[in-house]
C-alpha cells in the first residue's frame, strides 16, 4: 500500500512539474500517463519495495530544484536542499545521478545579492537531513524483526549508511553480459514509455534550441547514468534502478508533446493510454499470491523446534513476514545463510540464548558447523537440496523443505504425502506470470515434488512417486528454470546445471516404475 501510495504521488509530482515547465495540459497528461504506465514503474508500485519512493524523493527533489531556480529565494533554496539531502539519504546512488542539481543551484544563485545565504540555506536544510539516519540506530534497538546489520555500534552504523555490502554487485560480470544487459534495457524502452519514447528527444531538441542547457544537461544526465549505473550492476531486479532514467525521459516527453500544435494533439494522451493492455499482464498479481502460501507453507513443513535455514532475499522474508506478522510456528528459527556475519550471528544469539551457535565464519562453513553440532538436538532443515558436506546425513524431502536426516522415515514420508494432497500449489496464472520472482518459487514447489518422488521411489512407494510425477509435469518447471536460468545469464552467472525436472518427469511415467531406469532418471 506504501509503495502505491508513493507511485501516486511521483505521478502527480511529475504532473506539476511538467506544467511548472511550461508544458500544457495536453502534454502533461500524455507523458504522466506513458510513465505511470510503464511496465518497471508499474510493478514497484505492487512490490513492497524500496523504488516507488525513490522515484517520489526525486521527482519532489527536481521540482523544489528548478522551482528555486525560477525563484531565488531562501525558503525553496532550503527546501530544495532538504530534498536532495533525502533524496540521497535514502539512497546513496542518488548522488550520482542528482549531482547536476548542484550546479543548478550554484548557478541560479550567481545572479542575487544574497548568493553566499541561499547556497548557506541550501547546505544547512541538506545537513539537517542527515538526521533521518538517526532512525536507524534507534529502531534497531527495539529489536525488529527485520533488522539488517543491526547498526547499534558506530562501526555498523557506517557499514549500512555507506551500503558498502552491495558493492560486491558492481563490476562482477563479463563486458559481454553487462552490453547484453545494456541491449536488453534498450529493448524494453517501449514497454517502458510507450509514445513517450518518440517524444522525449523532441523535448531535448526543444531545450537546445531555447538554450535551456542546464535542464537539458540535468535531465541527460540522469538519463545516462541510471543506465551505465544498472548495466554494471549485477542483480536478477536491476531494471527498477532504471526508474529515474524513465522519469527524466518523461520530463523531456512533455515538453516534446508540447512541441506538437496540431488540433489532433488531443489524440496524444488517449494514445499514451494504450500501454495498458500492452503492459498490464505482467504486471498483473490479482491471482498471486503464491509468494505468502511458500512462507506459510514452509512454516507448515518444519518439524518441531526445527531451524530452517533459507537462501536468498524471497524465502527469509515470507518466513520472516509469518513469523513476526502472523505469529506462524514461534517454536521454528529460521537463519538466513546469506546473512552469515558477525552482527547476524550476535543477533541469533541474542534471541536464541538456548542454541549453541558457531562463531561467525563463511557461510558454508558455518552452516556445516551449525548441523553437524545441532541436528542430533534440533531438526535442520533447509528451503533449497545445498549439499553442506555431512556424509552421515542426507536430505529427506519434507513438505517444501529438505530435512537432514541419517536415513528416510516412512513416517515422515506419510506426513508429506498429506501434506501435498492439502497444499496450496501455484495457479495457472501463477505458473504462467512472466516476473522471475515468481518463477522462482513455482520452481521450488516442483523441485520438492520432484525430489519427494525420488525418496517415494527409494523406499518403494511407486504408486505415491508417480502421483508427485504427474503433479510436476503439469507445473511445467521447464519453463519456470527456463525464465530463471536466462535471469541469471543476466547477472553474469552462465554456468548452471540443467535439471529438466519436467522432461526427467515425463520421461520415468513412460517407464515401469520398477525398472532401474525409472529411479535413476529421479536423481539429481
Known amino acids: 500500500m506504501f509503495s502505491a501510495v508513493c507511485g501516486a504521488g511521483t505521478v502527480a509530482a511529475l504532473w506539476i512539474l511538467l506544467r511548472r515547465l511550461g508544458a500544457s495540459r495536453l502534454a502533461a497528461l500524455a507523458a504522466t500517463l506513458c510513465f505511470g504506465l510503464g511496465t518497471t514503474f508499474w510493478s514497484q508500485c505492487l512490490a513492497a519495495e524500496v523504488h516507488a519512493l525513490n522515484g517520489l524523493l526525486i521527482a519532489i527533489t527536481l521540482l523544489c530544484v528548478f522551482g528555486a531556480a525560477r525563484a531565488p529565494v531562501a525558503r525553496k533554496f532550503a527546501l530544495a536542499g532538504l530534498m536532495i539531502g533525502l533524496t540521497i539519504g535514502h539512497r546513496n546512488l542518488n548522488l550520482l545521478l542528482l549531482a ?16 553566499l545565504h541561499l547556497l548557506g540555506c541550501a547546505a544547512a536544510a541538506m545537513a539537517v537531513s542527515a538526521l533521518i539516519y538517526v532512525y536507524l540506530p534507534l529502531a534497531a534497538r527495539r529489536d525488529p524483526a527485520l533488522d539488517m546489520g543491526a547498526p547499534v555500534t558506530l562501526s555498523r552504523f557506517y557499514d549500512v549508511i555507506s551500503t558498502h555490502t552491495y558493492f560486491r554487485h558492481l563490476g562482477a560480470a ?59 550492476y549485477n542483480v536478477v531486479d536491476v531494471e527498477s534502478y532504471l526508474i529515474p532514467a524513465y522519469l527524466a525521459l518523461a520530463i523531456a516527453a512533455g515538453v516534446g508533446f508540447d512541441a506538437w500544435h496540431g488540433k489532433w494533439r488531443v489524440v496524444l494522451p488517449i494514445a499514451a493510454l494504450l500501454g495498458i493492455p500492452m503492459v498490464f499482464s505482467s504486471v498483473n498479481l490479482r491471482h498471486t499470491s503464491i509468494a505468502r502460501d511458500y512462507g506459510r507453507q514452509l512454516l507448515e513443513s518444519g518439524p518441531p523446534q526445527a531451524i530452517i535455514v533459507s537462501f536468498g532475499d524471497t524465502e527469509t522474508h515470507v518466513l520472516t513476514y509469518e513469523q513476526a506478522v502472523d505469529h506462524r510456528r514461534p517454536d521454528i528459527i529460521v537463519v538466513s545463510a546469506s546473512e552469515i556475519d558477525e552482527w547476524y550471528v550476535e543477533q541469533l544469539s541474542h534471541r536464541h540464548p538456548e542454541v549453541a551457535w558457531p562463531a561467525a565464519s563463511p557461510a558454508e562453513g558455518w552452516l556445516a558447523e551449525l548441523a553437524g553440532s545441532l541436528h542430533a538436538s534440533r531438526p535442520i532443515c533447509l528451503t533449497q537440496p545445498v549439499n553442506l558436506g555431512l556424509g552421515a546425513s542426507r536430505l529427506v524431502p519434507t513438505g517444501l523443505l529438505f530435512c537432514l536426516a541419517p536415513r528416510i522415515d516412512e513416517r515422515a514420508l506419510d506426513r508429506s504425502v498429506v501434506f501435498w494432497r492439502t497444499a496450496v500449489t501455484p495457479s495457472a ?34 504408486t505415491e512417486a508417480c502421483v508427485q510425477l504427474r503433479a510436476v509435469v503439469a507445473a511445467s518447471p521447464d519453463v519456470s528454470e527456463g525464465a530463471i536460468v536466462a535471469s541469471m545469464k543476466t547477472i553474469g552467472r552462465e554456468h548452471h546445471q540443467d535439471l529438466a525436472l519436467g522432461q526427467r518427469a515425463e520421461q520415468a511415467l513412460r517407464l515401469d516404475p520398477h525398472d532401474p531406469r525409472f529411479l535413476t532418471l529421479l536423481r539429481l
Request: hydrophobic content about 60%; overall charge neutral.
Open 100 to 115: 547536476p542539481l548542484f550546479f543548478v543551484l550554484v548557478r541560479a544563485s550567481r545572479n542575487t545579492e544574497r548568493r
Open 174 to 232: 563479463s563486458v559481454a553480459t553487462d552490453a547484453r544487459r545494456f541491449l536488453g534495457f534498450a529493448v524494453g524502452l517501449p514497454s517502458n514509455l510507450g509514445i513517450a519514447l518518440i517524444a522525449a528527444p523532441f523535448g531535448f531538441v526543444a531545450w537546445w534550441q531555447h538554450g535551456d542547457l542546464v535542464r537539458l544537461a540535468t535531465i541527460a544526465w540522469m538519463v545516462v547514468s541510471s543506465f551505465v549505473f544498472a548495466a554494471f
Open 429 to 462: 496464472a501463477e505458473l504462467q506470470h512472466p516476473e522471475v520472482h515468481v518463477q522462482m518459487i513455482d520452481f521450488a514447489f516442483a523441485l520438492s515434488r520432484f525430489m519427494f518422488a525420488e525418496a517415494l521411489s527409494e523406499a518403494g512407494n511407486v
